[in-house]
């Protein structure tokens, strides 16, 4: 998961008054769908038949373990690199085997960058050595390294409050303790760029999670037009504590920073797009995705693994049940994510004359634990569907909907802009733990929990795209 900053705090802010909001809704959802109602309930033996299938038959696992055998093969798959484009080439070559021909890849053009050596080591008042990872497009210190004294900020109101002379020719440590993902992202993500505007040598942000076991979290961050571009990683929760500690009892505190990383934004990728044609109206759309690029760190095989196979899943368990919805489903892949969205804006520039065949577009970027429900972006009609659909998942706890506009990470481009769609709402609490470091590995996935993201997330496109009425 990349981030939108401003949606994740309206998300936060939506989650508060969902109470509210759903009761709002309760009394009109049947007036305003009238006989819609029953023909979603006749779904009932549809969706059991393809939770059945997933839980109890033939595909019980299967996510599991084909998620296991790719990200094995292929470990870490970042952006611009060879081993994302093999990555892409199997994922084919796994969906040709499943009979699935309707296969296109759309070409984008996407950045490379490679880290090299990271180092800090903390030289006064006492030798210690950092675990680091810098962050997305970091520039290299010298190879000496910078060295250099720390100032300890919690927020940017707090740097902006210090005086430009405290702040110059220093290393500026921000040390907000996590809140929301959206909102403590801002230091990762604009950290550098704001340290710098003030004269800092180089900036690290304490790792944006709630847990550690001494893990720095790697993430993107972007430099500001104008400013001079300075080095910029993360730190461990604990090591961030004990920068601040010391630094609240007035000690003077000295780092080394060496970082070294190439950057080439001209490499090319590819979206990979998977159809199950609609049988009466394929021209409209029902889309599952996740992405299929990861940070360099771990396997990424949560973020965003678990999603890219259970929309991988999608169209091959309804291929293998004889289920052709009205509407084509159709599995995107998305490229390039973690660097920003990349893959997601190269694909709504390139079918920016047919946005409006999108009748429902879903993600699953923010873990695939046990699935709890969706988070929903649409006007009320569209809402109204979803919720009555989601009633249909009481038997496996996953009957939730969480209103949330511009819903998603890649989708949020689309969301963001009126186009109906929804995210996956998982029992994710553990996901930040994991997130972007090299803890992100098979160990976090769960086979049954994948079968219930799998099921749901099958029989619910399944269900919507084959309904007699669109979304919106
Ligand atoms: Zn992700």
Redesign the pocket.
Do not use: N, T
């Given at each position: 998961?990349?981030f939108l900053s401003i949606i994740s705090v309206s998300f936060f802010l939506i989650v508060a008054s969902e109470a509210k909001v759903l009761n709002k809704n309760a009394n009109t959802c049947e007036e305003i769908l009238g006989p819609l109602v029953d023909e979603i309930r006749s779904y009932e033996d549809v969706k059991d038949k393809i939770l059945n299938y997933v839980l109890n038959g033939d595909f019980k696992r299967k996510t599991y373990d084909e998620l296991a055998i790719f990200v094995d093969k292929f470990g870490a798959r970042p952006s611009g690199t060879q081993v994302l484009e093999d990555s892409i080439d199997y994922m084919i070559e796994l969906s040709r085997k499943e009979g699935l021909e309707d296969i296109t890849t759309e070409e984008v053009v996407v950045p490379r960058w490679e880290r090299g050596e990271e180092k800090l080591t903390m030289v006064e008042p006492r030798i210690k050595n950092m675990v680091i990872l810098g962050l997305g497009r970091s520039v290299s210190t010298p190879p000496e390294g910078i060295t250099a004294e720390v100032v300890v900020v919690k927020s940017f109101d707090e740097l902006e409050n210090t005086p430009d002379e405290n702040i110059k020719g220093k290393i500026v440590l921000y040390d907000p303790i996590f809140t929301t993902y959206g909102e403590t992202v801002a230091v990762r993500s604009q950290g550098a760029s704001k340290a710098s505007a003030k004269g800092a040598v180089a900036s690290l942000v304490r790792s944006v999670t709630q847990f550690s076991i001494n893990s720095p979290h790697t993430g993107s961050q972007n430099y500001a037009d104008g400013v001079i571009k300075i080095p910029t990683a993360a730190i461990s929760l604990e090591d961030a504590d004990l920068i601040r500690r010391l630094y609240d009892r007035g000690e003077k505190i000295v780092l080394n920073l060496q970082m070294s990383s190439t950057y080439d934004d001209t490499k090319v990728s590819r979206n990979t797009l998977v159809d199950l044609k609609g049988s009466q109206n394929p021209e409209k759309l029902v889309i599952v995705s996740g992405?299929i690029d990861?940070w360099d760190v771990g396997q990424g095989a949560m973020?965003?693994g678990g999603?890219l196979f259970i929309s991988w899943a999608a169209p091959v368990i309804l291929k293998r049940l004889n289920l052709t919805p009205k509407r084509t489903l159709r599995a995107i892949f998305w490229t390039a994510?973690?660097l920003g969205l990349i893959g997601a804006y190269a694909y709504k520039e390139a079918h920016k004359e047919e946005l409006n065949n999108i009748n429902f577009i879903m993600e699953s970027?923010e873990g695939t634990f046990a699935p709890l429900g969706l988070y929903v972006s649409g006007n009320t009609r569209t809402r109204c569907i979803a919720q009555e659909v989601l009633k249909l998942f009481k038997s496996i706890n996953a009957s939730t909907l969480i209103e949330q506009d511009g819903a998603g990470?890649d989708i949020a481009v689309f969301t963001g802009n009126g186009i109906p769609g929804a995210s996956l709402y998982n029992d994710n609490e553990k996901y930040f733990w994991f997130h972007h470091t090299e803890g992100d590995t098979m160990n976090v996935e769960d086979p049954d929990e994948l079968d219930l993201g799998a099921a749901f997330w099958t029989a619910v496109s399944y269900i919507i795209a084959d309904l007699s009425e669109d979304m919106a």
């Open positions: 998961m990349y992405h990861s973020d965003d999603g994510e973690e970027d990470s």
